[in-house]
Nanobody
Framework: QVQLVESGGGLVQAGGSLRLSCAAS????????MGWFRQTPGKERDIVAA????????YYADSVKGRFTISRDNAKNTVYLQMNSLKPEDTAVYYC???????????????????WGQGTQVTVSS
């Protein structure tokens, strides 16, 4: 079992930056592939970024490519989402997710993940 806790959300002006953190506990973090998703009211939860178990392979949604960066610190059991040049359309609840994995496989959809955090709100004002 893995427990995930996100933090770092908040209110920021357009063009600003935030760094989300997702702290994991319960199992060896380094053997898990991680993903960041976001969801707005009435819409599906969409993938934002993902990385493989060792961080050696990453994926970004087209809407955030070049602005967001996923990274991890396995020693701290934490995965990060650095968000720069934020836009009002980035406003959403952001969730981190984990699934046990090895190799460079990336997972792009919610059902592929076994564990989820509670979410953190990001609001970008224009």
């Amino acid at each position: 079992q893995v427990q995930l806790v996100e933090s770092g959300g908040g209110l920021v002006q357009a063009g600003g930056s935030l760094r989300l953190s997702c702290a994991a506990s319960g199992r060896t973090f380094s053997s898990y592939a991680m993903g960041w998703f976001r969801q707005t009211p009435g819409k599906e939860r969409d993938i934002v970024a993902a990385d493989s178990w060792n961080g050696g392979n990453t994926y970004y949604a087209d809407s955030v490519k070049g602005r967001f960066t996923i990274s991890r610190d396995n020693a701290k059991n934490t995965v990060y989402l650095q968000m720069n040049s934020l836009k009002p359309e980035d406003t959403a609840v952001y969730y981190c997710a984990a699934r046990r994995s090895f190799g460079l496989t990336l997972y792009y959809s919610g059902p592929n993940y076994d564990y989820w955090g509670q979410g953190t709100q990001v609001t970008v004002s224009s």
